[in-house]
């Protein structure tokens, strides 16, 4: 397709406020899925997107849309869908898909208005030079406010109040007016098509059965079948045995030209050749420079993943590096633990992301896993002025210090103004910091704060909510890190250290974290012949104290003489058990101990 003719956009929007539906009716309307095949949030392809009703991956579609021209006669455009998450943790899927369109639909629930993340998303797409259509959706909805948030629309994106569509992804109201507007208002690509091919890899994903299946977008030039490519990072040349787009599933075509979206087959089973944010080129015809790239995402949130089972090491490193080539933002290294054994580190965006992974790794890859108490990264900075990186709690040096750094967001709360008094008494006790505030209507603020990460990824937004009773959202980005008042706590079994209930904490909340370890631990360590202390210490003192007592450990008390084989068949389950104990000092722990202790907040 020309590229006069090609029109590539991305739908934006907060949270639940439509965009999967409002991609159904666009599939539906343009005849790509036919009303039989339709199911509700065709896109979200993963199981787990379609249980949980949450978009993780953005998925690229080609639609065909005719629009008549000046003389009248119809013209055969295709047009390029982004669906996009919404969550925070996934603003940098977002942003990739930003980079391969034009234009963006600003997604607005007419019974909710604006949020957080319609402005986190609106300044990623003005940073991107995309062209905005702002639309309200929902409109079928009693509630819907359309005339009120149209105003808010407008104002917030500039233009008319009566230029804002107002559609229903859920009745298709409005919905051929947009593909319309899309059309006349988004510009179409620009490229050289006489240069060396260059196309940027947003996406990749491994198919068991077809390898590593590569998703980009053409700048200039063109990609044909059997021609030889070569990645721009590596140098690495393969052949292109199959080419095409997604519409909805994929469709092999005779190439890509300049601005098409689609994707590319070399039979590469290795996952480290197709590189997010890496340039296509023709490997005859070279392109003397990439394409800009992305910048890979900072990991903010680390944690450990372990196999349950030992054994299965080597399928979770495998399983890594395959989730790797779909997830550009995870990162992960090797650690081993007393407590747990072989594993990994990992860093996520967030806990959501955390939970993502750890699911898609359980699931895709059939593994039994334990993630270990999430932490953020800290800088120590030592009397000698030498500075150390802690992504793991038990690397926190010992010796003198002299400062600690923490991260800190750039937190943007909106809710209705009866709320600011319930929400800035939230953020005290997270030690957050207010910045401004602005009323957006009569009824509704922004409020402005500065926090610490670590206060704000477990449980800041679950609390929100339930202060504000559902109506505050949140977004934030990282802005950088504060010196804070903060001490690793350890746990200690018979005075040896269990590296992985190490915690950083802030000094007022250190005590809090002792206790509850400590007193959670006695409840899950079985009783051993001799007494064990539990402890929780800062350096060498000790905040908190529980002690398992001393027990004579008979199994075969129970059985009052009975009969010889059950007490045999007990001797061997006790055994059994033992083989999955971790010895930690003297102490014999089920590794369910640890497990438990972990996996509750
Ligand atoms: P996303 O998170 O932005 O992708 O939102 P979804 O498309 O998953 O929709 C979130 C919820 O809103 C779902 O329960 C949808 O059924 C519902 N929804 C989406 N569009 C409409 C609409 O136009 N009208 C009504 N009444 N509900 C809608
Ligand atoms: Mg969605």
Redesign the pocket.
Known sequence: TAPELLRNFCII?H????????ADRMLQLTGVVDARAMR??YLDRMDIERER???IKSQAVRMPWAVPDETGSLQPYALNMIDTP?HVDFTYEVSRSLAACEGAVLLVDAAQGIEAQTLANLYLALENDLQVIPVL??I??PAAQPEKYADELARLVGGDPADVLKV????GVGVEELLDRIVELVPAPVGDADAPARAMIFDSVYDTYRGVVTYVRVVDGNLNPRERIAMMSTKATHELLEIGVISPEPVPTKGLGVGEVGYLITGVKDVRQSKVGDTVTNSAKPAAEALGGYSDPKPMVFSGLYPIDGSDYPVLRDALDKLKLNDAALNYEPETSVALGFGFRVGFLGLLHLEIVRERLEREFDLDLISTAPNVVYDVVMEDRTEVHVTNPSEFPGGKIREVREPIVKATILAPAEFIGAIMELCQTKRGDLQGMDYLSEDRVEMRYTLPLAEIVFDFFDQLKSRTRGYASLDYEPTGEQVADLVKVDILLQGEQVDAFSAIAHKDKAYAYGVMMTAKLKDLIPRQQFEVPIQAAIGSRVIARETIRAIRKDVLAKCYGGDISRKRKLLEKQKEGKKRMKTIGRVDVPQEAFIAALSSD
């Open positions: 929007a949270i639940d406020h439509g965009k999967s539906t409002l509700a949030q009703g949450i978009t919404g959706n929902k079928d909805l229903s992804g859920k009745t």
